[in-house]
């Protein structure tokens, strides 16, 4: 059984720094949109804006067609669909249910299972863009599942992103989210040292990032987070707590497929730093505090932390 989405009603299971711009989006595309986010106060905005507010995930998942949770951590994930007082459980049958947050590839695989025998639609759908993406709907959208759900719900995932791809079946969206966040890892390590040196070398950074952003070293994070750090805005688009998450969600990966993962090992060990520095609400750019102990990008004599 498949429900009929021109005149869907989407409830939206996370309304944080991306998933507060989804919401959004989805709203003037046309679509009918309830919430459910922990502290109801903080969807407050999107209240306003004549979305509805629902009491429990439950209670959502009962009277809409599409689901899309954008959460936390895996665990969150797992107790939203697999939990004790599970979506799948309230979800009517032929219902859509889209994880966005980047996860376990094995934990979309088994919400996947579990959602088919119980009639329902699963895809795991993890995004890369960071909260500018969100804002502007150019999320890259890397999607695991069935082509017959992936093809219904594209007109949803085009509201909210305009590259995307069926990355093939359950779990294949999280694993291409994992090969981006790997490639994202060594290259902020990339970028960061290069500002290190830079700055080292007393070179106006801004003039430097003028010749090399639109070279062989240029990069989303030179062009789009170089900058920030240029100014010692280290305000997240993505929380350094989450990246975390997400290299230690593909150093496990690896582990199990016996591949050996240097460049991300080193990242995670750097990122451990800042983030015992008190620094895990900070944006991932942060990571250039690693080697600066003072909030601008100019740094100063004794400031190092000497990875």
Not at 27 to 54: N, P, V
Not at 230 to 237: N, Y
Request: proline share 4%.
């Amino acid at each position: 059984m498949t429900v009929q989405l021109d005149n869907a009603r989407i409830g939206f299971i996370g309304t944080g720094v991306m998933g507060s711009s989804m919401a959004k989006h989805l709203q003037q595309g046309g679509y009918k949109l309830s919430i459910y986010t922990r502290t109801k106060a903080k969807a407050q905005e999107l209240l306003d804006l004549g979305m509805e507010w629902k009491a429990s995930p439950g209670e959502l998942a009962a009277e809409c067609d599409v689901v899309i949770t954008m959460v936390g951590y895996p665990s969150d994930v797992r107790a939203l669909y697999l939990g004790e007082d599970r979506v799948i459980d309230h979800a009517r049958p032929g219902t859509y249910l889209i994880d966005m947050t980047t996860s376990s590839p094995l934990l979309a695989k088994q919400i996947y299972e579990s959602a088919c025998l119980k009639g329902l639609h699963a895809l795991d759908a993890p995004v890369s863009g960071g909260d500018v993406g969100a804002r502007n709907g150019t999320l890259s959208i890397m999607v695991g599942g069935d082509d017959q759900a992936f093809n219904t719900v594209l007109p949803i995932f085009e509201q909210m992103g305009n590259r995307i791809v069926l990355q093939g079946g359950p779990g294949a969206g999280q694993h291409t989210k994992m090969v981006n966040q790997i490639a994202i890892a060594s290259n902020m390590v990339g970028v960061c040292e290069a500002l290190v040196y830079a700055a080292e070398a007393g070179l106006d950074l801004k003039k430097v990032l003028s010749s090399i952003e639109t070279g062989a070293a240029g990069s989303w994070s030179l062009s789009n987070l170089a900058p920030r750090i240029i100014e010692g805005d280290f305000e997240p688009g993505f929380y350094v707590k989450h990246f975390i998450k997400d290299m230690e969600i593909a150093l496990q990966v690896a582990d199990d497929m016996k591949i050996e993962l240097p460049g991300l090992s080193l990242a995670r060990q750097l990122y451990a730093r800042i983030a015992e520095a008190g620094l895990t609400e900070k944006g991932t750019h942060a990571l250039y505090l690693a080697w600066d102990k003072n909030e601008g990008a100019q740094g100063g004599e004794g400031g190092r932390y000497h990875p």
